[in-house]
């Protein structure tokens, strides 16, 4: 079995309704599963999913994802995607217990705190008026990113440069490998 890699996982989460979360098709696609399996298990154990744990799409949401993704993939839609939110995503590892599902459940908990780590950071950051608080927060910042893009990095021998703009913030992380 292949391990689940972190960027794969991040790939698929969206902002929907200002929630961070992993739609049901993309979900059953890491699990190794049909996408009526996860709607299964939800329908199953509905106690296990209260208010905050996911939402059903509406109409209009599926219709603006449809434009988003050119490609096929809603095209056959009859019933209407579910979002999984993070507390979702653990609730729904608690039932579906494959191994696959199992590494899939970590990368997606790595994703999820990698994400908010980052989030944090960035909010901080635009606060912080101490110069060496400031370069810490940029080399953690910076760090998470470098683990986000792992397989996109271009590496020399000796160094890993990572720089990102976001508008007002840029981020620029150069990892150096020690010599033997």
Do not use: C
């Amino acid at each position: 079995m292949d391990m689940v890699k972190f960027e794969h996982v991040e790939s698929k989460v969206q902002e929907i309704r200002g929630v961070s979360v992993i739609l049901d098709s993309d979900l059953a696609e890491l699990y190794g599963v049909e996408t009526r399996d996860i709607n299964k298990a939800v329908k199953n154990n509905p106690d296990k999913f209260p208010s905050g744990y996911l939402m059903e799409l509406t109409n209009l949401e599926l219709d603006d994802l449809r434009g988003k993704f050119s490609t096929a993939k809603f095209v056959k839609t009859r019933v209407l995607p579910k979002a999984f939110t993070e507390k979702g995503l653990y609730m729904l590892a608690t039932i579906l217990k494959s191994p696959q599902a199992v590494q899939t459940t970590f990368a997606i908990i790595e994703t999820f705190a990698k994400i908010r780590e980052l989030s944090r950071n960035i909010k901080t950051l635009s606060g912080v008026q101490d110069k060496a608080e400031q370069q810490t927060l940029m080399r953690k910042s910076g760090e998470i990113i470098a683990e986000i893009l792992d397989d996109e990095l271009q590496t020399t021998d000796t160094e890993t440069v990572v720089e990102l703009n976001f508008a007002v913030l840029k981020f620029k992380h150069t990892i150096k490998k020690k010599g033997k």
